[in-house]
């Protein structure tokens, strides 16, 4: 069980400004403007994207009777005295049969093809035997059976889509049954990043002692494609206050939201928060999570801004519970749960009090159904592959200590995340 000998800590005695993962995440929800901007895309453009309008149906779907079946178009009355039925012509979909159907005859009809005049039913061919242009019906055929009516899935007028509705495949289908080509939707948001550092190197450059490759930009742009955004890369910014404006004066003149990774700390060089005070608003820089805690967050303009810490586990884990929900709500989607399971710890996990930490797993269900995960060991923040080889969060709370092996924690899986 979780070692709690140590004082608890409360959000009341943390440092002064930090707050806790949930305050935070209060905070920058209730802040979020939604986009309202729309554009026309075409079908083949659509998915995924938020539909900005109310779509009525402008026609009957189905726009004629047509059958549900391969069979035999006929009139019912003429099956009652079990005569045999004159076949004089075949209705395809696409082809309608254009003559007249008397009593006493009947139309082999394939699926979707116009039910013809002077027939209401439709036998399937399992139930019918051939012979010439001949043919008898086995069986019981109720009035109108296999036969679709005009309107029936839906008619003209009908509200069949609303707006704020994610669209997806199934949407395409219909509005392309409807005959409906193009749709308005909500603008994509913009979202510059960048990474901030004069020790970051770009892949093919040469390393100088001191010097790391940015793996953050990496990161960034694939935890951001998958939120069907329009991103700007702004590259990585030198560590001078210079450098930083510039960036800064890019996003605000291009982007619905900027992130940066590095800069946030106290160090002499680090110069983000500082160019965030001077040129817009500051809502909060400090939150009692691990990895994460020097994180920046507040407004340029008209611009939402979050500053993650350089580390690239924290870049990874502020971003999903902050950052990625942030731009879903911009994007007027329905905020998502996090998912969460209670999990049996099979190692033991290192914590001290202070900080909600989110440490990495690897978690599996046993027969049962029960779910138990492990540590992927070294949690250091700066421990990339400790992100790699895991494949959740175990999310142990703000005020617990070390957890020994065999008790309950709180896992936060990462599928559909990353």
């Excluded at 070390?402 to 899986?413: D, F, L, Q, S, Y």
Aim: with cysteine; hydrophobic share 40%.
């Amino acid at each position: 069980m979780t070692d709690t000998k140590l004082a608890p800590i409360s959000c009341d005695t943390l440092p002064p400004g930090t707050l806790s993962v949930e305050q935070a995440q209060t905070r920058i929800f209730d802040s979020i403007s939604r986009i309202a901007a729309s554009e026309r895309v075409s079908l083949w453009q659509a998915q995924g994207r938020i539909l900005a309008q109310v779509v009525t149906a402008p026609l009957d779907v189905p726009p004629h009777r047509n059958s549900a079946m391969d069979g035999y178009a006929l009139w019912h009355a003429d099956i009652a005295a079990g005569l045999p039925l004159k076949v004089i012509g075949t209705a395809f979909a696409g082809r309608p049969f254009n003559g007249a159907v008397q009593p006493g005859e009947c139309v082999r009809i394939m699926t979707g093809a116009v039910v013809p005049e002077g027939t209401d039913s439709v036998v399937m061919q399992e139930h019918v035997q051939r012979t010439g242009d001949n043919i008898q019906i086995s069986g019981t055929l109720s009035v109108g059976e296999n036969v679709r009516h005009p309107g029936e899935d839906m008619r003209c007028g009908d509200a069949v889509l609303v707006n704020g509705r994610k669209l997806n495949a199934a949407d395409l289908g219909l509005l392309a049954s409807l005959g409906i080509g193009e749709v308005d939707v909500l603008r994509r948001p913009r979202v510059a990043f960048c990474s901030t550092g004069d020790e970051l190197k770009s892949i093919g450059e040469t390393l100088q002692p001191g010097d790391i490759y940015d793996s953050n930009r990496y990161t960034l742009y694939g935890l951001l494609q998958k939120l069907d955004v329009e991103i700007i890369d702004l590259g990585t910014v030198r560590d001078t206050p210079e450098a930083v404006e510039h960036a800064f004066q890019q996003a605000m003149q291009r982007a619905d939201v900027l992130i940066t990774s590095g800069g946030v700390s106290v160090g002499e060089a680090d110069y983000v928060a500082a160019t965030l005070q001077r040129l817009g608003q500051v809502n909060f820089w400090k939150i009692a999570m691990k990895p994460g805690k020097p994180l920046a967050v507040g407004t340029l303009g008209n611009t939402l801004f979050f500053g993650l810490p350089g580390n690239p586990v924290a870049v990874m884990a502020t971003f999903l519970l902050f950052v990625r929900p942030a731009i879903l709500l911009m994007r007027s989607e329905t905020l998502p749960r996090t998912p969460e399971y209670s999990a049996i710890c099979d190692t033991p996990l290192k914590k001290a009090p202070g900080r909600k930490d989110y440490q990495r797993g690897i978690c599996q269900q046993d027969a049962n159904g029960q779910w138990h995960v492990s540590s992927t060991g070294g949690q250091g923040s700066h421990q990339l592959r400790s992100m790699n080889q895991a494949n959740c969060f175990i999310a142990l709370p703000l005020e617990s200590g070390n957890c020994a092996a065999g008790c309950n924690v709180t896992i936060i899986p990462f599928d559909g995340l990353l």
